[in-house]
């Protein structure tokens, strides 16, 4: 930041104010209420995938961009969606962003019917295209949520308020199982979309009565410059991400990929540092706290995507449970995270975040390493323990984190810093599942032929391969004989032992860096740096 200079921050803004005075916490409800639709989505659709599957008639690679096109439009938007809620106001973007995300939800449940109306358009097709578009939807409301919880909470409960975020956020996450378990069991798929419509609507309702509105009057200008180069940098990285493992990584494909990120996002610092109002103010980054909470938060999320992805299958193909009784095995997680994210935030407020978020982070490790030693006939107590564990370790980090990088931008960047803390989660989450889905793949591509013994030599290389991408799923195709299955399973377990195992060593590496967190939140008018 070369250019960046010192300045008197100015005075705070006049904010623009609209409805009824309420209470704080009932204003934490009514945001909540959007934000638990996004982050369910996030979850729910890993139980719900098998019936897609086969009513769809999806491939592989279809399920992959049912989720992956829903986070890849997350962390595209998510900054710009910030700066949006801070030029026209955090309540009407939230509104917007929970009436679309509400009416795309709707449309996915319908998407069969939809392909009927549209020449040409597969219902899978359909499908992917409105996920998409539920993705930018609920890029718009997550970072609004959080600039209306800052400017709702006075400074010295803001703590508490963030403890309550965290524990709805993380509830919604690890519910997501459970919820999506009953409803694809009890009902049908589109039941897990369709259950978005009346959350959305009483969320509306309450946002319309019980949130003011604020916004920076001295922000007059979007820098769509920056927009375009961030989004084309994020957009490069994210997909990379996600191609990567089918493209291979030194393919020219992907090296094309990672040189568009490269040349983007060096282009976007650049202009960043000349704006005169830009996009992502690079003074945010002059605070260490804001830069190593933002990696924090893209540990977290590759820590929890990444154990929530792989039980998922574990579960559901190795086991072989129903949708529900998966979604139950994680219920010590969905419990785990009420009691443990209220805590986090009493701890951080009378403990400080860097001992208190190192220790969430040992706890972290503790669980992963637990989870690389399940044996492929878990009993629900084996694997309940890590999960009661990974709840209380992610939850101080998760509510730290979050503290350290909204609490710490000036209340007219609110929306921006909020837009960066969900970007950086999301990218965590693609890194999660890609990373480790490319070291369970090379894992069991490693093992297979061994657990096969003769059985491999008498094989084509394509059943193989087949062989090898039903077992990264943990799922064995039916009719094989005993002993291939057997095979699949075994060669899965070994790759989600390793891929946890890099878990642990993660967060070991990341309580590290927790060390170099200073905490303290800065007061209006103290010196700020200015782009």
Do not use: C
């Amino acid at each position: 930041m070369a250019n960046a200079k010192a300045v008197e921050a100015p005075p705070p803004p006049s904010p623009v104010k609209t409805g009824a005075a309420s209470n704080p916490w009932l204003v934490l409800l009514a945001v909540s209420l959007g934000v638990i639709m996004v982050m369910l989505d996030g979850t729910v659709v890993g139980i719900a995938n098998p019936s897609i599957q086969v009513d769809l008639k999806a491939s592989l690679s279809d399920l992959q961009w049912v989720t992956s096109g829903y986070l890849l439009a997350l962390a595209v938007f998510l900054i710009t969606a910030g700066k949006l809620g801070d030029l026209f106001g955090h309540k009407r973007v939230f509104l917007i962003g929970v009436a679309g995300f509400a009416v795309s939800s709707v449309g996915i449940g319908l998407s069969a019917e939809l392909a009927d109306i549209i020449p040409g358009l597969s219902p899978i097709g359909a499908l992917i295209g409105l996920r998409v578009l539920q993705g930018l939807f609920g890029a718009l409301l997550q970072p609004a949520a959080l600039a209306l919880l800052r400017s709702a909470f006075p400074g010295d409960k803001l703590n508490q308020a963030m403890g309550a975020w965290g524990a709805i956020i993380g509830l919604s996450s690890a519910a997501g199982p459970i919820v999506g378990g009953v409803l694809v069991e009890r009902a049908t798929w589109e039941s897990v979309f369709f259950i978005n419509a009346p959350v959305g609507i009483i969320a509306l309702v309450m946002g319309i009565f019980l949130i003011k509105d604020n916004r920076a009057k001295t922000l007059a200008r979007i820098d769509w410059l920056g927009v375009v180069l961030l989004s084309g940098a994020m957009f490069s990285l994210v997909w990379t991400i996600i191609k990567a493992p089918e493209w291979g990584w030194g393919d020219s494909t992907t090296l094309t990929f990672v040189a568009a990120f490269v040349v983007l996002i060096g282009a976007f610092i650049f202009w960043q540092a000349r704006a005169r109002q830009p996009l992502v103010p690079l003074s945010l980054f002059a605070n260490p706290s804001i830069s190593i909470g933002t990696v924090l938060m893209m540990m977290v999320a590759f820590a929890m995507f990444g154990a929530m992805f792989f039980l998922g299958f574990f579960f559901q193909g190795v086991h072989g449970l129903s949708p529900l009784e998966a979604g139950l095995r994680m219920l010590p997680m969905s419990a785990g995270m009420i009691f443990a994210s209220p805590l986090a935030g009493m701890a951080i407020g009378r403990l400080g975040a860097k001992i208190t978020m190192a220790a969430g982070l040992v706890i972290t490790a503790i669980s992963m390493f637990l989870m690389s030693q399940l044996s492929i006939d878990a009993t629900f107590i084996e694997s309940a323990i890590p999960f009661v564990l990974l709840a209380f370790g992610l939850s101080p980090v998760f509510v730290g984190a979050t503290e350290i990088i909204v609490g710490n931008a000036p209340v007219r960047l609110s929306g921006v810093a909020g837009g960066l803390q969900q970007s950086a989660m999301q990218v965590g989450g693609a890194l999660g599942t890609a990373i480790l889905g490319a070291v369970m793949a090379a894992e069991i591509s490693a093992k297979l032929p061994g657990y096969l013994g003769p059985a491999a030599q008498a094989m084509t290389p394509e059943q193989l391969a087949g062989l090898e991408k039903a077992a990264a799923f943990g799922s064995a195709p039916p009719g094989l004989p005993e002993v291939v299955r057997t095979a699949v399973h075994s060669s899965f377990m070994d790759g989600m032992h390793l891929a946890f195992l890099v878990s642990t060593g993660i967060a070991l590496l990341t309580a590290a860096l927790t060390l170099f967190v200073k905490a303290g939140r800065k007061t209006e008018g103290a010196p700020v740096h200015m782009g």
